[in-house]
């Protein structure tokens, strides 16, 4: 009940981090408002289920129509809500929306669908197995604010597709996003209590994962993560968690500078760096280190931060002053212990007080924060090592391990490398990117999360997996029921011999020894 309390005093505002006007003010959702829509959601599910995959992908194919129709004015509302540049919408959250729909509209049926299972065990071979996908049936959803339509969108596509009812907890500082992701999903025919918004904090988010979910997908902190890991313990809820990262950036001694400084560039300042894969930590073979910390430093200079409506912006501001704060302590921390400001470093307060300069740094060590926490940031921490099996020991030397980056003229080293890092994906000679391959898995080992969401594995995250099996003989007493005795411990071993034995003659004594079971009939 102290819950309830503390809900309903609840405010949050959805405000442009570039410019401080609000754009918005919500009451947060009630206790009992959110048990209310849960009632909703699961009255509505059956029905939903029951339509069937093909015509809820038609509902999909509608969707994709028109948030291709609504592009620029759902990325522009992105921008003002998030703060990142207007093309980076587009890109990362539009784009990326666009092709999960695709996804699920050419695959869903194929991945849903029931499955045959053969029975290689000879005694099981009168049997007909079938994997069958079942709804969990109300999914919720809380979702962070860097990512405030794709992550919500991604996720909630796989759970409607998958015929479940959706409940979604966005971040407090991008409601406006997810209530716009309900809209279109209305719009194109999904009924409104299959796909349910209800906003609020952190203790809304708690609220929903004591109302009566079947499965959280939660995206976020780490240490936000471990009390949603508590809480859904207290009553086995199963949970998917997309946490953190601190995804390391190997730079191998055949690298093609050019072309890799401007990928970390890239790779550090995208979203100013709020992203959960974004490079946090990069590691440059001695030989090209101090030429790739030339070539970062200039093409950081270039990079033009600004509000994200400005077409020419390239970073935009951090999604507010605490984030900024929390940058700026991880920062003076690298800087107290020793590490090269090579520029940035600073606030732009001119700009506003969200706005921090791209940084990069060097002669970074693992004994600073810049090395070990998330900084969330628009900061590349750079640091030389001297052979392979350094970097991935670097590289592996963290509680996190959600995405990783290796970098080379030759592919299969750095594919050889990948396979030794300690991630949920790796990608050579790119970062970041992964998210909008909508056919890849997403998610991270160790601290950064259990579960997977995009692609098949995402979608296999959304159902309930039965088996389903069926004799053919339903008239026949099955040879192992009861009525045990020496004659069937006999032909038991014979059988074991039939299918086992190593060696051929041993098989034949066994099938004979086993045959009469075939005439057994159960003596109970
Ligand atoms: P956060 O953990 O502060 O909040 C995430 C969501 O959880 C918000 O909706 C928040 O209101 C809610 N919440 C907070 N406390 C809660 C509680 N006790 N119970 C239930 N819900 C609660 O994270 P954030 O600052 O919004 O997002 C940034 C973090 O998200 C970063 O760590 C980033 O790496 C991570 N992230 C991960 C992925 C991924 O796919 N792995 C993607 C994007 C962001």
New binding site residues.
């Given amino acids: 009940m102290a819950t309830d309390v503390q809900i309903a005093v609840c405010k949050v505002v959805s405000a442009n981090p570039a410019t401080g006007e609000i754009l918005r003010e919500f009451e947060c959702t009630t206790q009992a408002q959110v048990h209310a829509a849960l009632a909703r959601a699961r009255a509505a599910q059956p029905d939903w289920n029951e339509r069937g995959v093909r015509k809820r992908i038609a509902i999909l194919r509608e969707f994709q129509r028109m948030l291709h129709e609504k592009k620029s004015e759902i990325a522009r509302l992105i921008t003002r809500e998030a703060g990142k540049p207007y093309v980076e919408a587009l890109l990362t959250e539009i784009l990326v929306v666009l092709d999960a729909t695709r996804f699920y509209v050419d695959n869903g049926y194929r991945l849903l669908r029931e499955e045959r299972v053969p029975h290689g065990n000879l005694a099981m071979k009168a049997k007909a197995g079938r994997i069958v996908r079942e709804p969990y049936g109300v999914i919720g959803i ?6 405030p339509f794709s ?1 919500p969108a991604t996720e909630g596509l796989a759970a409607l597709v998958a015929g479940n009812a959706v409940v979604v ?5 991008t409601s406006l996003a997810a209530l716009e992701l309900a809209w279109l999903l209305h719009e194109a025919g999904v009924p409104k209590h299959v796909f349910q918004v209800v906003i ?7 609220g ?2 004591n109302a009566d979910i079947d499965k959280l997908v ?8 471990k ?2 890991a508590q ?1 859904a313990a207290s009553r086995l809820l199963p949970v998917i968690l ?4 601190k995804d390391p950036m190997l730079v191998l001694n055949d690298a093609d500078v050019e072309v890799v400084s401007s990928g970390a560039v890239w790779g550090a300042f995208v979203n100013a760096g ?4 974004s490079v946090e930590r990069c590691y440059v073979h001695r030989s090209l280190y101090e030429p790739f910390l030339e070539a970062c430093v200039g093409k950081t200079r270039q990079l033009r931060v600004g509000d994200g409506m400005a077409a020419d912006t390239d970073v935009g501001p951090l ?1 507010h002053e605490r984030q900024v704060r929390n940058v700026e302590s991880d920062v003076e921390d690298a800087r107290s212990h020793g590490a090269r400001v090579l520029t940035g470093g600073t606030r732009l307060m001119e700009l506003g007080p969200n706005f921090y300069a791209p940084t990069v740094l060097a002669d970074v060590t693992h004994e600073m924060r810049i090395m070990r926490d ?1 900084t ?1 940031g628009p900061v590349l921490p750079v640091m030389p090592f001297d052979s392979d099996e350094e970097a991935v020991r670097l590289a592996n030397d963290s509680e996190y391990g ?1 995405a990783a980056s290796v970098w080379t003229r030759d592919r299969a080293r750095g594919e050889a490398i990948a396979r030794r890092i300690q991630a949920g994906t790796v990608m050579v000679n790119d970062a970041v990117s992964c ?1 909008g391959i909508s056919e890849a898995p ?3 080992v160790k601290a ?2 259990v579960g997977r ?1 995009h692609g098949r594995f995402g979608l296999d995250e959304m159902v309930r997996i039965k088996y389903v099996d069926s004799d053919r003989l339903p008239g026949v007493k099955k040879v192992w029921w009861y009525g045990y005795g020496q004659a069937f411990t006999r032909q038991m071993e014979g059988f074991l011999d039939l299918q086992f034995a190593r060696n051929w003659g041993q098989r034949l004594r066994g099938a004979l020894r086993s045959a009469g079971v075939y005439a057994r009939k159960g003596k109970v």
């Fill in positions: 809380i979702s962070p604010w860097n990512y992550i907890k966005p971040s407090e500082f609020g904090d952190g203790a809304v988010g708690a929903l994962i939660f995206t976020g902190s780490v240490p936000t993560g009390r949603i809480a997309e946490l953190g990262g709020q992203a959960c894969l999604i998330e969330f959600l998210f997403h998610g991270g950064s999360g969401t």
